[in-house]
């Protein structure tokens, strides 16, 4: 996956007069990324900075490439991750989205799944793959992901914003992040134009890893919901209609069936976002056994 991204980094189509290069932060201790990227490098158009963070958990890793943005004296940063592959113009028009329209800040663009194989439609079809294709170029969003994003090294710098390592193992450490930096006034914007395409293989293509993709997602959710708001009377109500929610989802899951098999695992999946919300909302933030989630 790692190589697939590498390469649809040089087949980028690049802005005249824009200087670009390329960091990899390799989150393994082992350095096993090493060969692929200084292989790459060997041939590539534009110049590659490897670094390995030690430190095991997405929040190191990510902070890891705002430490080094900074230390190269980048002005702008694109984030995306190892498994995807970029669109040509998703670098161009990520720049001139920016560019030409004063209100955007941080520029946030779709990733789309793609299949490396076929699959049963019960998990080509699973939501847990879907990207909303309802949300217009221009809208404004209060929190974004990392994995298709492009923001001055500003937000870093002069606002003293890094990713939060109380999501270090489970996700949604990027949504914790870019709903700071939104309240900190660096307004996110929708960018349809710039896109690029998450590869599903394997790993991913089961239920037990989309189960435990939805499950998480809930859990860091409802971490990032009450990180800040104490307000026990908001939490009682919110872990309520929680209950509600996900009792009636395990209910509904043995009949949902009726619908359609996938069917029947998105009300499933639902359930387990719900459970995840549940957990979250009376533990707060994870104990260590949840450390060891399959490629979260």
Same mark, same amino acid.
């Given at each position: ?10 087949? @980028? ?9 390329? @960091?990899?932060?390799?989150? %393994? ?19 590659? &900075? ?18 080094? #943005? ?5 002005? &702008? ?41 076929? !699959?049963?439609? !019960?998990? =080509? ?16 969003? =209060? ?20 990713? %939060?390592?109380?999501?270090?193992? +489970?996700?949604?450490? %990027?949504?914790?992040?870019? #709903? =700071? #930096? ?10 349809? %134009? ?9 790993? *991913?293509?089961? +239920? &037990? ?26 939490? #009682? ?12 989802m395990a209910l ?14 998105n009300t499933v999946? +639902?359930?387990?976002?719900? @459970? ?6 009376? *533990? ?13």
């Open positions: 996956m790692l190589s697939a991204a590498l390469q649809s980094v040089d087949e @980028l189509n690049f802005c005249e007069n824009t200087k670009v290069e390329l @960091l990899v932060v390799d989150n %393994d201790e082992n350095e096993s990324a090493r060969t692929v990227v200084e292989n790459f490098s060997q041939t590539s158009k534009i110049p590659v &900075h490897y670094v390995s963070e030690k430190q095991r958990g997405i929040a190191f890793a990510r902070n890891r490439v705002l430490k080094e #943005a900074v230390e190269l004296n980048a002005s &702008h940063i694109a984030f995306f991750d190892d498994d995807e592959i970029l669109d040509k113009d998703w670098l161009i028009n990520h720049i001139e989205f920016y560019k030409t329209n004063d209100n955007v800040i941080i520029s946030s663009g779709p990733t789309y799944s793609k299949f490396e194989s076929e !699959y049963p439609s !019960y998990i =080509r079809n699973n939501k847990i793959f879907k990207t909303s294709t309802t949300k217009k170029t221009g809208a404004i969003r =209060r929190i974004c992901a990392s994995g298709n994003v492009f923001f001055p090294v500003s937000v870093v710098k002069d606002a003293d914003l890094w990713f %939060d390592n109380k999501f270090v193992f +489970m996700g949604g450490e %990027d949504g914790d992040f870019f #709903a =700071r #930096a939104s309240e900190a006034g660096y307004t996110i914007v929708w960018n349809n %134009d710039a896109v690029n395409y998450e590869i599903i293989g394997d790993q *991913r293509a089961n +239920m &037990h890893w989309i189960l435990n993709r939805y499950y998480y997602n809930g859990y860091s959710g409802a971490l990032l919901r009450f990180k800040n708001n104490k307000n026990k009377f908001k939490k #009682a109500v919110y872990l309520f209609k929680t209950l509600v929610s996900f009792s009636f509904a899951a043995i009949p949902s069936i009726i619908l359609g098999v996938s069917f029947f695992w999946g +639902m359930a387990a976002k719900n @459970l995840g919300k549940i957990v979250s909302t009376v *533990r707060g933030v994870p104990l260590d056994y949840y450390k060891e989630i399959n490629g979260l």
